[in-house]
T-cell receptor
């Protein structure tokens, strides 16, 4: 089976940094994704890691350690518009994605 | 990136009726599409894999006779919720992959409310 864990909620101040952790135990692994989802909308792609290490893309960075079954998404210089749910998803093969429950990030002024 | 269009965005139907949701890949061909369901404050749960020209593959616990999937062309998959009941009210989202690209492109989602 697939088991993907991430915190339920996080709160941070505008301009700050927040790190969302994700641990996974899956029967297969062909990459890990992070998606952003605003309420009532479809997820939008943020990042993809398949090799160990850090991927940086503007204010967002994502890290992967395959041996530890661990990833994190780092959001820098937080803005109010970053308030959303962040989903960790693992591609277990055949393009199937297994999603974590999502982390709701609330950015406060 | 590739575009996936889902229609309708929202639908309200009476209990016992059927509802069809369309998922189209607009600028690429998708031999495989995926259908997810998301209940409020929960994550996306994969319902089924839609395969062009063959039967869909359903995840455990998903009734194939209730959620009919048709993938008749390389750009269109449809999900029909048959004999809908209030407990079927949910957010349904499709996704597709372009060729060997690993990233999944999602449709806009369909908010189904059964009254």
């Amino acid at each position: 089976g697939q088991n993907i864990d991430q915190p339920t909620e996080m709160t941070a101040t505008e301009g700050a940094i927040v790190q969302i952790n994700c641990t996974y135990q899956t029967s297969g692994f062909n990459g890990l994704f992070w998606y952003q989802q605003h309420a009532g909308e479809a997820p939008t792609f943020l990042s993809y890691n398949v090799l160990d290490g850090l991927e940086e893309k503007g204010r967002f960075s994502s890290f992967l350690s395959r041996s530890k079954g661990y990833s994190y998404l780092l959001l820098k210089e937080l803005q109010m518009k970053d308030s959303a749910s962040y989903l960790c998803a693992v591609n277990g093969g055949d393009y199937k994605l297994s999603f974590g429950a999502g982390t709701t990030v609330t950015v406060r002024a | 990136g590739a575009v996936v269009s889902q229609h309708p965005s929202w639908v309200i139907c009476k209990s016992g009726t059927s509802v069809k949701i369309e998922c189209r890949s607009l600028d690429f061909q998708a031999t495989t599409m995926f259908w997810y369901r998301q209940f409020p404050k929960q994550s996306l749960m994969l319902m089924a894999t839609s395969n062009e020209g063959s039967k869909a593959t359903y995840e455990q616990g998903v009734e194939k006779d209730k959620f009919l999937i048709n993938h008749a062309s390389l750009t269109l998959s449809t999900l029909t919720v048959t004999s809908a009941h209030p407990e079927d009210s949910s957010f349904y989202i499709c996704s597709a992959n372009e060729g060997m690209v690993t990233e999944a492109f999602f449709g806009q989602g369909t908010r189904l409310t059964v009254v």
